[in-house]
């Protein structure tokens, strides 16, 4: 079955300092990634979607970045970060066809808080 | 995509049936409508979509009207597990369905005990 990691689970960071965020998704090949963030009392606001090594789409224009370094893996960085970064992290990944493409399923997340 | 309205909150005794009403009153023909809920501090959960038949599954039922116009997710038996955020997400299937979900405020959903 299919599998999906986000670290860390929590995180505080101070302005202006860097971030990465690494999702990993297991048992299955050529996924579609997503990373979504949810400020608080707001809903998911998609960021990045990735369909391949190296092909990343970006949404909403922000101080952060995605890389997609290998099949499974999609990271989220910044070189320094914003208050209004803070906010509750999320990868998810779709199959690349088939019914199965229909769902994402989400990962556990990640809450940022920076100070 | 179409936009979806929801009302904020709802309340459903324990063990009856909870029904969540969508409206999506400007829905494409190649859009369909998707369920999604959100238990606090996790991720997103997919539940069930549909395009224009009735759908049913483990989890829930996908009640759509004959016009599209609106629909009605039905939790059968609701049980205290259930309070969350409910999301109806109306959503055009292309590539694969590579782009991703736009999620609007939901439904709070509170099971009674």
């Known amino acids: 079955s299919q599998t999906i990691h986000q670290w860390p689970a929590t995180l505080v960071q101070p302005v202006g300092s860097p971030l990465s965020l690494e999702c990993t998704v297991e048992g299955t090949s050529n996924p579609n990634l997503y990373w979504y963030r949810q400020a608080a009392g707001r809903g998911l606001q998609l960021l990045f979607y990735?369909?391949?090594?190296?092909?990343i789409s970006s949404e909403v224009p922000q101080n952060l970045s995605a890389s997609r370094p290998q099949d499974r893996q999609f990271i989220l960085s910044s070189k320094k970060l914003l208050l209004s970064d803070s906010g509750f992290y999320l990868c998810a990944w779709s199959a690349s066809y088939g019914r199965a493409s229909y769902e994402q399923y989400f990962g556990p997340g990640t809450r940022l808080t920076v100070t | 995509d179409a936009k979806t309205t929801q009302p904020p909150s709802m309340d459903c005794a324990e063990g009856r049936a909870a029904n969540l009403p969508c409206n999506h009153s400007t829905i494409s023909g190649n859009e369909y409508v998707y369920w999604y809920r959100q238990i606090h501090s996790q991720g997103p959960q997919y539940i069930i979509h549909g395009l224009k038949n009735n759908e049913t599954n483990e989890m829930a039922s996908l009640i759509i009207t004959e016009d599209r116009k609106s629909s009605t997710l039905i939790l059968p038996h609701a049980t205290l597990r259930d309070t969350a955020v409910y999301y109806c997400i109306v959503r055009r299937i292309a590539g694969g369905g590579a782009d991703g979900l736009t999620f609007g405020k939901g439904t709070h959903l509170i099971i009674q005990p």
């Open positions: 990735s369909v391949g090594i190296g092909q």
